[in-house]
Every structure is written in structure tokens, then in C-alpha cells.
């Protein structure tokens, strides 16, 4: 059976992105493990595997949500990190009826990327945001980097060379 991160739900508010992915195609680093400065340059490595320079990379992520009609923003601490060119918002609608909103922008940088995670990994409150391109997904989050990618031995690779950082708490392609 193919696995292709098109058939990530990537909004789904009951499962993030890493429950939705089989074992063989993922793997998780805990954000705790970056917050000390000597570890930036392995976090930073660790992006611009995943990302070479020149990546078309999307970012995407679930900005705010209404209660009735008033809208409520999450907080992403991007300007000044991100260029924000290409923002495009779409909302919609989960099970209970609750309406989000999610944004994506375009041409984010592999450099982008590694800001973003490290502000986070530091402290930063942020929403959860996705970096995607056509055959791998970065989830970043207060506690979790989660990959999903869709070459196994790529990410076979990624995980050698990153193997001390690798959560093995639930099944990933490190414990498979």
C-alpha cells in the first residue's frame, strides 16, 4: 500500500497529521529538547534536511475561529519571522459547527521554517502550523516537530542521522 500525504485530513481537529500517517512514514522530536541555545544548530539542521534551499514550501494553519458572529484570532507571532506574501484565508466548518478559519502562504523559506521552529522550541505561544510540500509535511506545535514524508528511506535517512532526538514514545519509523 502507497501512502501519499494527500490523504492527510490536514485540518482535522480530533487528529493531528502524525496519528493520521502509518508508523513507517513519520517521525516526532519533542520542541523541549531545542529550547537550550546549543541545540539550535541540530534543530537547524535538522529543517534544512527536510527542506533543501530552494523547496517551494506552503505554510498552512488554522488562524482563529468565530463564537456566534465574533471572530477570534490565535496569535502566530509571524510578522517579522515570515515574509507574509500570498496569504490566502479559507474557513470551514467541523462536525459540532464550529466555523475556523485557516490561512496559507506560499514561498515560505527552508530559512522561515527553521525561525519559526525555534521560536516555538523557545517558548513562543504559537497555533499549530504545517510546512508542505508535495511529498512531506513539518507539523510544528508547542510540545512536538512531528514529519511526515512519504519516501520511507529518505525519511529512513533523516532518522539515522537524527536518531538521539527521535521520540520513541509511540511507534515511528525509528521503533518500527
Not at 523559506?109 to 521560536?119: G, I, N, R
Not at 510540545?143 to 525519511?155: A, G, P, R
Request: proline share 2%; with cysteine.
Amino acid at each position: 500500500m502507497s501512502f501519499s500525504v494527500k490523504q492527510l485530513d490536514l485540518f482535522n481537529t480530533d487528529s493531528t497529521i502524525y496519528f493520521q500517517t502509518p508508523a513507517s512514514h513519520r517521525l516526532r522530536l519533542l520542541t523541549s529538547d531545542f529550547e537550550n541555545n546549543l541545540n539550535l544548530p541540530t534543530l537547524r539542521e535538522f529543517v534544512h534536511s527536510i527542506f533543501p534551499v530552494h523547496s517551494q514550501i506552503t505554510m498552512t494553519g488554522i488562524i482563529g475561529y468565530y463564537i456566534g458572529s465574533t471572530r477570534i484570532w490565535d496569535k502566530q507571532h509571524l510578522k517579522g519571522v515570515v515574509k507574509l506574501s500570498n496569504w490566502k484565508e479559507t474557513y470551514m466548518v467541523d462536525e459540532e459547527g464550529t466555523q475556523y478559519m485557516a490561512m496559507t502562504v506560499k514561498d515560505i523559506t527552508s530559512q522561515d521554517v527553521f525561525a519559526l521552529c525555534k521560536q516555538t522550541a523557545q517558548g513562543w505561544r504559537c497555533s499549530n502550523l504545517m510546512f508542505c510540500t508535495e511529498d512531506r509535511i513539518l507539523y510544528i506545535s508547542a510540545d512536538v516537530f512531528d514529519l511526515v514524508m512519504t519516501d520511507q528511506k529518505e525519511l529512513g535517512g533523516i532518522c539515522t542521522k537524527f536518531s538521539s532526538w527521535v521520540d520513541t514514545y509511540h511507534p515511528n519509523i525509528k521503533t518500527v
